[in-house]
């Protein structure tokens, strides 16, 4: 069975631009969850769709936002990039949302804002 | 918001020795999660824990799920190279669905 894919897995933007970062699950899955992960913050809780239905939210501004797709696909979308936005992007897919759920995670994307 | 507390945050060891590390929260969680990761990879999950009090064994890897459900450890016995990594404890609270809170992770380098 294949595992979480990340696509792409580098990415190099300037500021002010916006990027789209894709996530599919492993097969069956239907909850995706999605972390930011930084040298100084470590990793952080972004968001988690669970049948194309935001179930929670990490603290990040409005510019990061997401969805998820009838085949539970998952998109992530940051719009005017800034320099802190730099970050290894962790995407994690689990069967359902329940709390035994083992979470599995991607390979990551990892974005260089300039 | 919540913070995991995880220590130490490097160790670097011998080859055969033990291990162990572990993460403290001033919150309670409900889940214990321990993770392995390997530059350029997404964090693998090594152990899951359920209930407080809970002792878990995976091959070398033992952890804990504190009384408290404030904190866990983890212990690896007898190292080998290959257990060179950073590790992540993370939690998950009640009604937090699939979210995790992460420790700030222990790399762990092992000298042959």
């Known amino acids: 069975k294949a595992g979480v894919t990340q696509t792409p897995r580098y990415l190099i933007k300037t500021r002010g631009q916006q990027v789209t970062l894709s996530c599919s699950p492993i097969?069956?899955?239907?909850?995706v969850s999605w972390y930011q992960q930084t040298p100084g913050q470590g990793l952080q809780f972004l968001f988690e769709?669970?049948?194309?239905?935001?179930?929670n939210k990490g603290n990040f501004p409005g510019r990061f936002s997401g969805r998820q797709f009838s085949n539970s696909r998952s998109e992530m979308n940051v719009s005017t990039l800034e320099l802190g936005d730099s970050a290894l992007y962790l995407c994690?897919?689990?069967?359902?949302?329940?709390?035994?759920?083992?979470?599995?995670f991607g390979p990551g994307t990892r974005l260089t804002v300039l | 918001g919540q913070q995991l507390n995880q220590s130490p945050q490097s160790m670097f060891i011998q080859e055969g020795e033990d291990v162990s590390m572990n993460c403290t929260s001033s919150?309670?969680?409900?889940?214990w999660l321990w993770y392995k990761q390997d530059p350029g990879e997404g964090p693998v999950l090594l152990i899951a824990?359920?209930?407080?009090?809970e002792l878990t064994s995976n091959g070398r890897l033992t952890a804990q799920f504190g009384i408290t459900r404030k904190d866990s450890f983890l212990n690896i016995s007898a190292s080998i190279p290959s257990d060179v990594g950073i590790y992540f404890c993370?939690?998950?609270?009640?009604?937090?669905?699939?979210?995790?809170?992460f420790g700030g992770g222990t790399r762990l380098m092992v000298k042959p």
């Open positions: 994690a897919s689990s069967l359902a949302a329940l709390s035994t759920d083992t979470q599995y």
């Open positions: 097969s069956g899955h239907r909850s």
């Open positions: 769709y669970f049948s194309e239905t935001q179930r």
């Open positions: 919150s309670i969680f409900n889940t």
């Open positions: 824990l359920y209930k407080a009090g």
């Open positions: 993370a939690g998950r609270g009640n009604n937090a669905g699939n979210m995790l809170t």
